[in-house]
Every structure is written in structure tokens, then in C-alpha cells.
């Protein structure tokens, strides 16, 4: 019975997951820097506010506030770095092992195996499948911090002013609806491009394998309308995909914007009539457009996943092939031949 590709998505994510496994020390390092980056990122507008309402009220050093509030970007910048340097670390670890895993099942294949793949299909699973797959992985820390740091701004505008948070995160649902749709269009266009980017390899490579043949016989006419057809394809896929990212990446990064319109219009308005203080306007202003990004990380994300998934199901698709032809259990060891004796 064939296997169903949602049966297939999941072999392939238990792949990731068992390789993950292997590096889990080093990603949870990374989810741990990525925390305190988030708490470095919360404190520095909360300090602000005190700051700027402390000066108004001519209650304290306004060089003690802002060398406070330096101080704490200096901090998250430092986090932020190195949360950075851990993603990448990890995910390029990542990379490099299941390469080799790759070339190390290669070669114990059967040779009809390699008879019947074509050498561009694995070379591209070796390394353009991989490099989308390393793509997302070095966002999985990078995420789990910002869905974090998210979770803590939500929680701060609620508890300071519930009013004013209710509509400064009303799109937030809507951004979590074209996501959805979003993951659900991407996923078969990205699937399409990285199957032409692999026919091409597949031409290439018999083009330069075969220059003398194609050059004695002259048929470089007949390779060049190949790689022209093949490149023609990658075209055409490449620009579906892009038209559906222009239709839903600029409406994630809208959305999010609308709630920064609604805090300066509505929190303007409290300002002046005393109900919050100036330097809790900018406070809200600063959350909302702290959460511009990781929304839109969030966005990104789903897009590096679903490209990941297609390259997992590629790379599962070699590694999951048995050979025909196995080592036994256990292996009888041929007799060694006795040494001729010499004459003369």
C-alpha cells in the first residue's frame, strides 16, 4: 500500500527530530539565551516610561534613567548576538550531519539504485534540500524567543492599560488567518521549485559529463535548448511563488501597524485627557512596534517551515531506500589463502 503524504511529512519530521535530538544541549542553550533576550528587549520601554514620567515630574536623574535604559539595550544587543551565534552554530551542525548521512547511505546503495536516480536529483538533495532545511532550523530558538518576548508584551499591555491593549492587538487574529492560508498556498509552490531546480542540476550535469560526447556528435544545440526549457520552468514556478508572497507578506506586515495607529490615536487622547501619563504612550508605542517584527518572523517562519518539509520529504526519500543487496548479521570469513612457497 503507498504511503499517503501526510504519512510521509511525519517520517520526515521524526527524521528532524531525531537529529535534533542529537544537538539537544546546544538548542537548549539557544532557547535559553533567547529568553533572556526577551527579558533584555521587555525591560528596556518599561524603563523608559520611568524614565520620561520621572523627568516630567522632575523626580530623579535623567542621566541616571537614560544610562539605565543604554544599559539595558547594551545587555539585549549582547543577547542578541549570541543567540544568533547559537542558532547558526546549531543549524549548520545540523546540515553538515545529515549530509553526511547522505553520502554515507549513497554509498551503500545498490547500483541499480544509482542507475536509476539521477545525479542532479541527489545532488540537489545534498545541498539546495539542505540548505532550506538549515534555513529553518537556525529559526527554531530565534522563534521560541520571540513567541516569548510576545507573550510578555501581551501580558504587560494588558496589565498597565486593558483598554487600549484590546485594540492595539485587535489584528493579531487576522494575522494569525492569513498565515494559515499563507502555509497552505506557499507549500505546493515552493514543492514545485525545488523540483525544477533539481531537473536543471539534472541537465547541467549530464551537459559537462558529456561535453565530448555532445561536442563529437554536435548536439550542443539540443543541451542548450534543454537548460533553456529547464530555465524557463524554474522561471515560471519561481513567479508563482513570488506573486503568492506579494499577495500575503505586505498584509502581515500591515496588520500589525494598524494596532501602532490605534495607540497613538486612542492613547493620544487619554494623554490629554489624564487618564495615562506621556511616558506610558511611549511605552505602549515602543511594545507595539516590538511586536511588528516577531509577527512577522512568525510569517517567516511558516514559510521556511514549509520549504523545510518539501526538502524533508526529499532527503527522507534517499535515506529511507533500503539495498537490495545487505551485509549479513553475521559474516563468515573467507579462508586465507596459504603463502606460495618460493622457488629456487
Known sequence: ??????????????????????????????????????????????????????????????VFWAGLVV?????????????????????????????????????????????????????????????????????????????AMIIAVVALLFASQPYLAIFALAPLPFVNVLASRFSRRIHPAVLAVQQEQAQLATVVEESVSGVRVIKGFGAEGVQYEKVNVEADDIQRVSLEAARIRSRFLPALDLLPALGLVAVLGIGGHQVIDGEMTVGDLVKFNAYI?????????????????????????????????????????????????SPERSVG
Open 71 to 147: 544599559a539595558a539595550a547594551v545587555i539585549a544587543g549582547i543577547f542578541t548576538a549570541f543567540r544568533r551565534w547559537v542558532a547558526f552554530r546549531e543549524s549548520r551542525w545540523i546540515e553538515t550531519r545529515l549530509r553526511e548521512s547522505i553520502f554515507d547511505h549513497l554509498l551503500r546503495l545498490h547500483v541499480g539504485y544509482h542507475d536509476r536516480m539521477q545525479t542532479g536529483q541527489l545532488m540537489s538533495r545534498a545541498s539546495s534540500d539542505l540548505q532550506q532545511l538549515q534555513a529553518f532550523v537556525v529559526m527554531i530558538p530565534i522563534t521560541l524567543s520571540n513567541l
Open 289 to 337: 512596534t516590538m511586536l511588528i517584527w516577531p509577527l512577522r518572523n512568525l510569517a517567516m517562519t511558516v514559510a521556511l517551515g514549509q520549504r523545510a518539509s518539501v526538502a524533508l520529504m526529499r532527503v527522507n526519500e534517499v535515506l529511507s531506500t533500503a539495498s537490495i543487496v545487505t551485509d549479513p548479521i553475521e559474516p563468515r570469513a573467507l579462508p586465507t589463502p
Open 1 to 62: 500500500m503507498e504511503r499517503t503524504d501526510t504519512q510521509e511529512t511525519r517520517e520526515s519530521w521524526k527524521l528532524l527530530w531525531r537529529v535534533l535530538m542529537e544537538q539537544r544541549r546546544g538548542l537548549v542553550l539557544g532557547v535559553v539565551v533567547g529568553l533572556l533576550w526577551a527579558v533584555g528587549k521587555v525591560s528596556v520601554p518599561q524603563i523608559t516610561k520611568l524614565g520620561i514620567d520621572r523627568g516630567i515630574e522632575g523626580n530623579g536623574s535623567l
